[in-house]
């Protein structure tokens, strides 16, 4: 899978990666390492033609102010692969600005995913999830249970993470400056 995200500054990218490696003492999970980017997703796709999307991205972040987001505790999205994940609130400028790259980028990639579209968008950054199973999710959520996740994190710049297509998938990513 491929997307259009916004990259954490470094402070936090550096707090997440330190989750991650955590995650992985503590409890073996691995699952996060498909897509090695502390990111938040606006649209994600089985895949984007890089030239095409490329342009628009470049054009739309240009057009963009930067600005802030907030983060709201730990959440888990239930089911067979559970995804336990920091909780970006959903504020109205994050709202009109994930709307807006909705329609300048409309369908431009292959397989878009309807989780993402701005009706039912539930703006996150993932901690675990691919490995994550009922029986280690209690764990999981018990060695962050005294954690503070109400983070202020500063958004410069728009990503395309995606497959280089290589053997094991590498993941590559482009960047886009949000105007000042």
Not at 63 to 84: C, D, H, R, W, Y
Not at 94 to 107: K, M, S
Not at 141 to 165: E, K, Q
């Amino acid at each position: 899978m491929d997307g259009i995200v916004s990259l954490l500054d470094e402070e936090h990218y550096q707090i997440v990666e330190q989750i991650w490696a955590e995650l992985d003492n503590a409890f073996g999970l691995r699952g996060i390492y498909i897509t090695p980017f502390p990111h938040f997703s606006y649209h994600v796709a089985e895949h984007y033609e890089i030239d095409q999307v490329g342009p628009l991205l470049e054009r739309f972040a240009a057009s963009q102010a930067g600005f802030t987001v907030k983060t709201a505790g730990l959440g888990i999205f239930t089911g067979e692969n559970p995804v336990v994940y920091i909780t970006v609130v959903r504020s109205p400028e994050l709202t009109r600005f994930h709307q807006a790259l909705w329609q300048e980028i409309g369908d431009a990639g292959v397989g878009v995913l309807d989780y993402y579209h701005p009706e039912g968008w539930m703006p996150h950054i993932t901690l675990a999830h691919g490995d994550v199973d009922h029986l280690n999710l209690p764990h999981i959520i018990r060695y962050f249970g005294g954690r503070n996740f109400y983070w202020t994190i500063p958004v410069h710049t728009l990503s395309l993470v995606y497959s280089t297509g290589t053997e094991y998938g590498l993941r590559a990513k482009m960047d886009y400056a949000l105007s000042s």
